[in-house]
């Protein structure tokens, strides 16, 4: 009762509003405009139906279908997720079915549009669909722009490889949207062959991951990764178990059995604040416990059948056209935990560690943290005074190292339509570095240069300066004609001629104020890391066939 009441209000709230009435094979939607805008809103439209009770694990079920006309107007709901320092959801109605789609229609007439699905990000524990919204990209060029929710944390990413907790729920859940989007997004006026995702973060590893997966040929064909790579260790899981185990006892759960289907009977059963009540987000290296996995063979659909890096090593993923890149200083995201860290970092450095390396023993694992705290921060301890060089070593641990050895991948495998880029604009509004009077270029900043607003801080564009003003102007110019072309220079642009890359990470795009190609992208501390890598890195493993003595009684 109270939730019709509460739907009762929403399109109570809309009337006076001009409205759009489209047909999609679930039946007819109701969007809205705005008074004095030129995009229709299509809101909480469901895409596919989360399942509940014993199987909320499994992969996402079929949307629901109605008769009289749906009216498209919540965008509140978001899906079950941990609470973050500082990340509030306005009016967020939290639902175990919260799997929904939001379109954004320009006022038009034309048919076949660009379609563009943003992934949002939140390292794959919170977030939702409207995160981000992007009306001022379609004002640049008309598309259809798409955004969703998807199960995160445990709920969407716990995989123990049973029947019923295979893995991977939540990017199940992006593969549905597209799904639903191929269907159904010519009844917006979008074109569905010809489909561009995009997201920052986890948003931008998961666009990333879905070139790899058997599940997604021709959902879509181009790809635009910002700040994420599918090979970067909070991409996927290295042990999916062993992590489960670890969650659990985070939830106080004991059990002596070291039985699969126990600790399966335990997720299930566990109640959902109590679910998503540990943070998550804190690590002190390149992972976190819960994302993607790679999944054991139980003979249905997998969204990822093997390791990234295998898929791309072996050329089996989608050779699309992308836009791919990150920020400058992307380690910023890391300055929060800066002085809880240093004095541990001084003392064992190896603790901070990229959890994908994998040493024969502790001397072996201690000797390469001496190599790598004397690369970044030579004789000096790690201090007020060299907080810059923890900014570059967590931009390259977690994205930019990652990103440029997919991109190389990418390349050696046939790839010749990656375009590669640095975002290092930054606005005067931007709050200083901590212990200096510099600013810097944050994590994900070219998202905030192409999205509405301008940054997590100031969501008003009109107060922006004049120059971020511009930089954005130009950043929408670039994003549209890759959305459009499948490259990002506009033929009438007065921009520089932009090639693709090659393996060595050049030539990029330096972007700024203004454009300018520019050679191999911090080659020297790429370098660095490959020599690492290529002795060290352990691939992410499918969990084993469970074994259990007690199966038969739960």
Sequence with gaps: MLWSLFVLTLVGASYGKESKLVNIEQGPVRGYKEPGDDVFMFYGIPYATAPTGMHKYKAPLPPPTWTEPFEAVNKNIICPQMEFPGVVIPNAITLDDCLIANVYVPDTQQENLPVVVYVHGGGYQIGHGEFTTSKNLIKAKPMVVVNFNYRLGPNGFLCLGTPDVPGNAGMKDQVALLRWVKKNI???????????????????????????????????????????????????Q????????????MLNFTDSSNDIYVLEQFYKMVPRDILHSVNLMAFKSTTM???????????????????????????????????YGFAEME?????????????????NFSNFLPDELHFKSEAEKKEVARKVKTFYFGSKPISNETIFRYIDYYTDIVFAYPALRSVRYQVESGNNNVYLYEYSFVDESAKLIPYSTVRGADHCAQTWGVVDGGSF????????????????KMMRK?????????????????????????????????IDESLKLRGPLVQQRILFWDDIYDKYYSAPIPPPEPVSTHKTEL
């Design 186 to 236: 010519a009844s917006f006026g979008g074109n569905p062959d010809d489909v561009t995702i995009i997201g920052c973060s986890a948003g931008s590893s998961s666009v990333d991951l879905l070139i790899l997966s058997p599940m997604t040929r021709g959902l879509f064909h181009k790809v635009v990764p910002e700040s994420g790579s599918n090979i970067a260790g909070f991409s996927v």
């Design 238 to 249: 290295i042990d999916p178990v062993e992590n489960a185990w670890k969650y659990a006892e």
């Design 289 to 323: 416990l819960f994302g993607p996995c790679v999944e054991r063979d139980l003979g249905e659909e997998r969204f990822l059948d093997d390791s990234p890096y295998s898929i791309l090593k072996n050329g089996r993923q989608q050779k699309l056209p992308m836009l």
């Design 331 to 347: 380690g910023l995201f890391r300055t929060f935990t800066f002085d809880a860290w240093k004095d541990e970092m001084n003392v």
């Design 457 to 472: 801080e100031n969501l008003n564009e009109e107060t922006l300066s004049k120059d971020y003003k511009s930089v954005k």
């Design 478 to 510: 670039i994003w549209a004609s890759f959305i459009a072309t499948g490259k990002p220079v506009p033929d009438e642009a007065d921009f520089p001629n932009w090639p693709p890359t090659q393996a060595n990470g050049g030539p990029h795009m330096s």
